[in-house]
């Protein structure tokens, strides 16, 4: 069970470690503007294994999205583009797949839940149908009679009560939280081996927000996923993740697993994202209260470490040097010029 003691899990995280299903390496996306490239991801590294949550956590415009869009193939065509880098998926090179075939990853493989269900659902298309229509490419071997029962399997699966009056609706008839329910029964209706949820709950009121992350966690025990769960909130990190990505603006600044990163953030921008969860009570509010100003616009990046212009211990070298990622351990890696110092 996922919510066991800290030894279990970390020794269960420890143990999946060895064969990431996904594993990114050094990824680099850049996008055309009017007046040239911005590069929006600056060597982003990270894997995941099966069974295992790994949270990507950051500010808005982080490149959080970019990230998940690049894992699926669905960048922006032909503006963006992946530059370097590798992402590796159940031993494949998806960057060197042609698209045909990275469409059928996409619909078997690796399913995608995003932000807003309202503009991933069609609107003038019934819940079911949608659904039948998933059921109809992942199991071309099924009759109709047999998409529609599963179809109505999947709407129970997911929490949603009388399925087969639901399976009949349109997505505008539900509420946010049950269109949510239909966007991660359309997702897993494939039995994904990786199932990425690109902030899937920050629309929700929190009490919905709480149960579809119970509903999550059920669905990874039951079927073994890895889930990438991309939020802005520490807190949902907290709850579900095993291990977690910190990325600000387009890099990966810190990386551990989520005992490790809660009890010994070292990165001042994890510090400072910690310090804005109201209801933790002994992180390190001395270091950083809030963090203060915004992630700067891509075309205005600091030549060095890319939080320096917001960090309060920034020095020189920050401001003229990029921190390479440094090995705390192999579980835990950071990307700051002065977290030796500022360790707590
Ligand atoms: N289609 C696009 N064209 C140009 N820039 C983009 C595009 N999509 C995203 N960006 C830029 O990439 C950066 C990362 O965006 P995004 O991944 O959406 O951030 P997050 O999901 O962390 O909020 C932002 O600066 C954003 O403005
Ligand atoms: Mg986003």
Known sequence: MRTTEASDKGGEAMAKREAPILEVRDLEVEFAVDDGKIKVLDGVSFSVAPGQTLGIVGESGCGKSVTSLAIMGLLPKPHGQVVAGSIRFQGEELLSLPPDQMYRVRGNRISMIFQEPMTALNPVQTVGAQLMEVFSL??????????????????????????????????????????????????????????????????????????????????????????????????????????VVVMYAGRAVERA????????????????????????????????????????????????????????????????????????????????????????
Not at 179 to 194: D, N, W
Not at 268 to 282: K, N, Q, V
Not at 295 to 318: D, K, Q, W, Y
């Open 257 to 344: 697993d989520i005992y490790e990163l809660f009890d010994h953030p070292r990165h001042p921008y994890t510090h400072g994202l910690m310090a804005s969860i109201p209801r933790l009570e002994d992180v390190p509010k001395s270091l950083l209260k809030t963090i203060k100003g915004q992630v700067p616009a891509l075309h205005e990046m600091p030549a060095g470490c890319r939080f320096s212009n917001r960090c309060p211990h920034a020095t020189e070298i920050c401001v003229g040097t990029n921190p390479v990622t440094e090995q705390l351990t192999d579980r835990h890696g950071v990307a700051c010029h002065h977290w030796k110092e500022l360790s707590i």
């Open 138 to 243: 992942h199991r071309p071997d099924y009759s109709k009679k047999q998409r529609q029962a599963a179809a109505i399997a999947m709407l129970h699966k997911v929490g949603i009560p009388e399925p087969e009056r639901r399976f009949g609706v349109y997505p505008h008839n539900l509420s946010g939280g049950m269109r949510q329910r239909v966007m991660i029964a359309m997702a897993l209706a494939c039995e994904p081996s990786l199932l990425i949820c690109d902030e899937p709950t920050t629309a929700l009121d929190v009490t919905i927000q709480a149960q579809i992350l119970e509903l999550m966690k059920d669905l990874q025990t039951q079927t073994g996923m890895a889930i990438i769960f991309i939020t802005h909130d520490l807190g949902v990190v907290a709850e579900l993740c095993d291990e």
